[in-house]
């Protein structure tokens, strides 16, 4: 089997999975577009300061882990519970700094022919609402990439982008917005900022 990447062999040629691409599936592809996988959501972080990061927090298997997450969660549907459209957050990853929370607001549908502006609306409820229940809490909060001129779902942290793109090379992806869209993209993705010539691979 010449297939790579967990490319299926057809007798004939390679047939290769999402998001890798070749004839051998030997390349990941220069542009996936997450937009749809992440659904409507607004991207935060929250600082933890009466909480200490431990190493085992950094593992999401971990007993800390799922612990820590649990009590969050309880917390942020105690907060966020008079937002109309909220509904859940998940929880990204945890790293030092006191602990630092990069989480995703999960938000319902909004109503009317522009999503983008009520998006916006909503984001800057979430983050009056977390900053106002910060002062009694021991925590901050701060929108991630959010901004009248880029989409809700923006998010600095590369780390976003390892969950759906190919494991061999996930650690050349990193997050870039559009327009409306979130996407994946290598230094090799062609007519965005910083971007080289790759030529073939």
């Given at each position: 089997d010449p297939c790579q990447n967990r490319?299926?062999?057809?007798?004939?040629g390679c047939v290769c999975p999402p998001n890798v691409e070749g004839e051998r599936c030997q390349f990941g592809a220069?542009?996936?577009?997450?937009?749809?996988?992440?659904g409507l959501s607004v991207m935060m972080?929250?600082?933890?300061?009466n909480r200490n990061f431990s190493k085992d927090m950094g593992d999401d298997s971990s007993t800390a882990y799922r612990s820590f997450v649990a009590e969050f969660s309880r917390t942020m549907d105690r907060i966020y519970r008079n937002v109309a459209s909220y509904r859940g957050t998940q929880v990204l990853s945890l790293t030092r700094g006191s602990v630092v929370v990069n989480y995703k607001v999960l938000l319902h549908p909004p109503?009317?022919?522009?999503?983008?502006?009520?998006?916006?609306?909503?984001a800057q409820k979430l983050l009056e609402a977390a900053n106002t229940a910060a002062q009694s809490q021991n925590c901050s909060h701060s929108t991630v990439g959010w901004g009248q001129d880029s989409p809700?779902?923006?998010f600095s942290s590369p780390e976003l982008c390892k969950k759906y793109t190919p494991?061999?090379?996930s650690r050349y992806y990193y997050p870039y917005c559009m327009q409306n869209s979130l996407l994946c993209i290598t230094n090799c993705t062609?007519?965005?900022?910083?971007s080289i010539n790759c030529d073939s691979g």
């Open positions: 490319g299926h062999w057809t007798g004939v220069p542009t996936i577009n997450i937009t749809a996988e992440l972080m929250a600082r933890i300061t109503a009317g022919d522009k999503p983008n502006t009520s998006l916006d609306h909503q809700n779902w923006c494991a061999n090379f062609l007519n965005v900022p910083g």
